[in-house]
């Protein structure tokens, strides 16, 4: 049974939901038989490259919402997280351009590292408020999961899988997801948002069962 999810690394919401899907593959019987295959997607791709912003700031520019709206948005999603085990900062974090981050975690899963490489990144931004726009800091981040530094300079230098990433993209798009995190089960069952784990376990259940009895 193959899972896709579609993320932003920069996405607060995103990271929550890979932890409670995460939660949920721990309390699934047939775990072993789920792959888990990440997809690339932008909240953002207008968001120029090269521009590193602290989050609180661009996030009042953009909604138009005062300092207290914004931290109080902030810090709920900061309290949902804490219950997965994720201490997030984001008051401190970092808005950045992602689609070269997103090139790098192809090239990542070409070393069989792309699950690491997308974790990393988040785990960057969402708690160590690293500019993840950076090429230094994402080649860094590259080389901490096994990444072979020179192979993630090269790509950083060129357009490398900016052909994948689109296609990612546009995959998602045409699943009619506008936003992220979405999770797709054998192409045939969409979940969209972080979910409570109990959703992603009866989801994995039900694609399970519904494979079991094709198969037959």
């Given at each position: ?13 995103c990271y929550l939901g890979k932890r409670r899907l995460e939660t949920a593959l721990g309390q699934f019987e047939y775990a ?185």
């Amino acid at each position: 049974m193959q899972l896709e999810v579609w993320s932003d690394i920069v996405c607060p919401w995103c990271y929550l939901g890979k932890r409670r899907l995460e939660t949920a593959l721990g309390q699934f019987e047939y775990a072993d038989e789920v792959e888990v295959v990440w997809r690339s997607f932008q909240l953002d791709p207008s968001y120029p490259k090269g521009e590193p912003r602290p989050v609180p700031e661009a996030l009042r520019s953009k909604l138009g919402a005062s300092a207290a709206q914004v931290a109080a948005m902030q810090g709920h999603v900061t309290s949902l997280a804490a219950e997965e085990g994720l201490d997030y900062h984001l008051d401190q974090s970092i808005m950045a351009n992602t689609f070269d981050a997103h090139r790098l975690t192809h090239l990542a899963r070409e070393y069989g590292l792309g699950a690491e490489l997308h974790e990393r990144l988040m785990r960057a931004n969402l708690i160590e408020a690293e500019n993840v726009d950076d090429p230094e800091t994402l080649v860094r981040l590259a080389t901490e999961v096994g990444v072979p530094a020179e192979a993630a300079r090269r790509v950083l230098a060129g357009d490398e899988y900016a052909t994948d990433v689109e296609a990612d993209i546009a995959q998602a798009r045409a699943f009619g997801a506008n936003g992220v995190p979405f999770f797709v089960l054998d192409r045939r069952y969409g979940i969209s948002g972080a979910q409570p784990t109990e959703a992603f376990l009866s989801a994995l259940r039900t694609a399970h069962q519904d494979s079991a009895a094709g198969a037959r």
